[in-house]
Nanobody, 123 residues
Framework: QVQLQESGPGHVKPSQTLSLTCTVSGGSITTDFWAWIRQPPGKVLEWMGVIAYDGSTYYSPPLKSRTSISRDTSKNQFSLQLSSVTPEDTAVYYC?????????????????WGQGTQVTVSS
Protein backbone atom coordinates (compact mmCIF):
# COMPACT_ATOMS: atom_id res chain seq x y z
CA GLN A 1 0.00 0.00 0.00
CA VAL A 2 1.42 3.33 -1.06
CA GLN A 3 1.61 5.88 1.72
CA LEU A 4 2.43 9.57 1.37
CA GLN A 5 3.30 12.11 4.05
CA GLU A 6 3.64 15.85 3.56
CA SER A 7 6.06 17.92 5.61
CA GLY A 8 7.06 21.55 5.72
CA PRO A 9 6.39 24.89 7.38
CA GLY A 10 2.81 25.68 8.31
CA HIS A 11 3.31 29.41 7.89
CA VAL A 12 4.90 31.44 5.11
CA LYS A 13 5.12 35.21 4.74
CA PRO A 14 3.85 36.98 1.61
CA SER A 15 6.38 37.16 -1.25
CA GLN A 16 8.35 34.22 0.15
CA THR A 17 8.61 30.73 -1.29
CA LEU A 18 6.50 27.89 0.04
CA SER A 19 8.41 24.60 0.22
CA LEU A 20 6.88 21.22 1.00
CA THR A 21 8.20 17.68 0.79
CA CYS A 22 6.29 14.44 0.31
CA THR A 23 7.85 11.24 1.63
CA VAL A 24 6.65 8.08 -0.09
CA SER A 25 6.61 4.57 1.34
CA GLY A 26 5.27 1.35 -0.10
CA GLY A 27 6.00 2.52 -3.63
CA SER A 28 8.70 4.12 -5.74
CA ILE A 29 8.63 7.58 -7.26
CA THR A 30 10.46 6.10 -10.25
CA THR A 31 7.13 4.59 -11.25
CA ASP A 32 3.72 6.22 -11.77
CA PHE A 33 2.84 9.92 -11.37
CA TRP A 34 3.19 12.07 -8.26
CA ALA A 35 1.27 15.30 -7.83
CA TRP A 36 0.62 18.26 -5.59
CA ILE A 37 -2.99 19.29 -5.04
CA ARG A 38 -4.32 22.01 -2.77
CA GLN A 39 -7.63 23.11 -1.31
CA PRO A 40 -8.05 26.74 -0.24
CA PRO A 41 -10.63 27.37 2.49
CA GLY A 42 -14.14 27.12 1.11
CA LYS A 43 -12.95 26.13 -2.37
CA VAL A 44 -12.57 22.97 -4.39
CA LEU A 45 -9.45 20.91 -4.81
CA GLU A 46 -6.94 22.43 -7.23
CA TRP A 47 -4.41 20.31 -9.10
CA MET A 48 -1.06 22.13 -9.15
CA GLY A 49 1.35 19.91 -11.02
CA VAL A 50 2.91 16.49 -11.34
CA ILE A 51 6.28 14.79 -11.62
CA ALA A 52 6.36 11.63 -13.63
CA TYR A 53 8.26 8.39 -13.13
CA ASP A 54 11.02 9.66 -15.44
CA GLY A 55 11.37 13.01 -13.66
CA SER A 56 9.48 15.05 -16.22
CA THR A 57 7.10 17.66 -14.90
CA TYR A 58 3.86 19.31 -15.94
CA TYR A 59 2.19 22.24 -14.22
CA SER A 60 -1.22 23.83 -14.06
CA PRO A 61 -1.01 26.77 -16.49
CA PRO A 62 -2.22 29.41 -14.01
CA LEU A 63 0.48 28.36 -11.54
CA LYS A 64 3.24 27.40 -13.95
CA SER A 65 5.30 30.56 -13.56
CA ARG A 66 5.49 30.13 -9.76
CA THR A 67 5.61 26.35 -9.33
CA SER A 68 8.45 23.86 -9.33
CA ILE A 69 8.27 20.16 -8.50
CA SER A 70 11.44 18.15 -8.01
CA ARG A 71 12.42 14.80 -6.59
CA ASP A 72 15.12 12.97 -4.65
CA THR A 73 15.04 9.35 -5.72
CA SER A 74 17.59 8.35 -3.07
CA LYS A 75 15.11 9.41 -0.40
CA ASN A 76 11.96 8.49 -2.34
CA GLN A 77 10.72 12.04 -1.87
CA PHE A 78 9.33 14.72 -4.12
CA SER A 79 8.99 18.39 -3.33
CA LEU A 80 6.94 21.47 -4.16
CA GLN A 81 8.16 25.01 -4.35
CA LEU A 82 5.67 27.83 -4.88
CA SER A 83 7.24 31.25 -5.17
CA SER A 84 5.93 34.75 -4.52
CA VAL A 85 3.11 33.54 -2.34
CA THR A 86 0.16 35.69 -1.33
CA PRO A 87 -2.63 35.07 1.20
CA GLU A 88 -4.59 33.51 -1.67
CA ASP A 89 -2.13 30.62 -1.54
CA THR A 90 -3.36 29.70 1.94
CA ALA A 91 -4.64 26.14 1.65
CA VAL A 92 -4.35 22.55 2.73
CA TYR A 93 -1.66 21.07 0.50
CA TYR A 94 -1.79 17.39 -0.45
CA CYS A 95 0.62 15.13 -2.24
CA UNK A 96 -1.01 12.37 -4.24
CA UNK A 97 -0.22 9.53 -6.62
CA UNK A 98 -1.81 7.78 -9.55
CA UNK A 99 -0.97 4.73 -11.60
CA UNK A 100 -2.65 6.24 -14.66
CA UNK A 101 -0.78 5.64 -17.91
CA UNK A 102 -0.88 9.31 -18.87
CA UNK A 103 -0.74 12.58 -16.95
CA UNK A 104 -4.08 13.31 -15.33
CA UNK A 105 -5.12 16.62 -13.84
CA UNK A 106 -8.38 15.93 -12.02
CA UNK A 107 -7.92 15.31 -8.29
CA UNK A 108 -10.43 12.45 -8.35
CA UNK A 109 -8.10 10.58 -10.70
CA UNK A 110 -5.53 10.19 -7.93
CA UNK A 111 -5.78 7.02 -5.85
CA UNK A 112 -3.31 7.65 -3.07
CA TRP A 113 -3.19 10.75 -0.90
CA GLY A 114 -1.26 12.15 2.00
CA GLN A 115 -3.19 13.45 4.97
CA GLY A 116 -2.59 17.05 3.90
CA THR A 117 -0.78 19.90 5.57
CA GLN A 118 -2.16 23.35 6.30
CA VAL A 119 -0.10 26.24 4.99
CA THR A 120 -1.08 29.77 5.93
CA VAL A 121 0.34 32.80 4.16
CA SER A 122 0.27 35.91 6.30
CA SER A 123 2.53 38.62 7.54
Amino acid sequence: QVQLQESGPGHVKPSQTLSLTCTVSGGSITTDFWAWIRQPPGKVLEWMGVIAYDGSTYYSPPLKSRTSISRDTSKNQFSLQLSSVTPEDTAVYYCAATAAVVIVTRPNQYSYWGQGTQVTVSS
